[in-house]
């Protein structure tokens, strides 16, 4: 369980054998590209660091992945790509036999995921289907949501890819798969079995896909890309790009905590110093941080050395019982 920022004095990339990176809100925003995204991956490629894509968002299939990284200036092909339809997939086949009917809610990459896993997908109750799949789609309806909610009540065994509140889009936080996912688990009272993250599951078998030995995870949020590493026992960088921001890293309990912390993906080929304590201060670089009746406030050198700060004297302080109220930061990006 991470409780302290780790430091590396050479960057990730050269540490490392391959990152299992998220996408929404680390590689772009919704239909457009997070600055730096592209300069930090190709900088780690050339470290040799192997980039794998994995996402909780379940409604497209790798190859539609490929060509919205392409249309934010990343290159990748389809083996790149682990969706959590495809992790949802497989746990389904292995509790029930090729061939079974599953029904699908969800988009396209939740079908192409249950068909390619050697299952057929229905859509509707009346096909008796053994399971449901449910995945993100942009058009998931009332009428799939009913269909999943007779197929379950009818004896159905319940699967979800993911359980995101929210999705990140160029507009801002939509409802995410967790939150469709509620519907049908009001409304049947059935708890799904999730695939993906923060499940350790999507991590371990990426890293057997990539043949990793020495995996890192990137992502943006605490309570999925980050506990989900946590929990398959993965170090992990954390970027400020997306959901959780440097007061939210701050705040967390040790078990979303991240091991390292960057501004952007440019940190994969940075190295990462370790905080230092010296007295009541925690020192990063030129920046420095201590808590003051449970107000964390940092000072002095580069925004992010800052953050590190920051986060080793609010986790310091924490974890000796103090109650943070606040996290403030002297400059910004």
Known sequence: MVSQLMGQSVPLSQVYDAALMDLDGVAFQGTNPIPHASEGIEMARGDGLRICFLTNNASRPPSAVVAHLASVGIGAVDDDVVTASQAGAAMVARDFPAGSPV??????GVVEAVDQAGLIPVFSAYENPVAVLQGYGPAVDWIALAEATYAIRAGAKFYATNL???LPTERGFAPGNGSLVAAVRTATGVEPTSAGKPEPGIFHAAARRFGATKPLVVGDRLDTDIAGANAAGMPC???????????????????????YVGADLRALAEPHPEPRQEGEWWVVGGARAQVTDGVASASGGKWIDQVRALLAASWHAADAGTHLTACLTESTR
Do not use: E, F, N, Y
Not at 238 to 254: H, R, W
């Open 164 to 166: 995101d509140k929210t």
């Open 103 to 108: 029904l699908v809610v969800g988009g396209p």
């Open 237 to 259: 960088l954390a970027v400020l790009t997306g959901v959780s921001t440097a007061s939210d890293l701050a705040m967390a309990p040790p078990d979303i905590r991240p091991t």
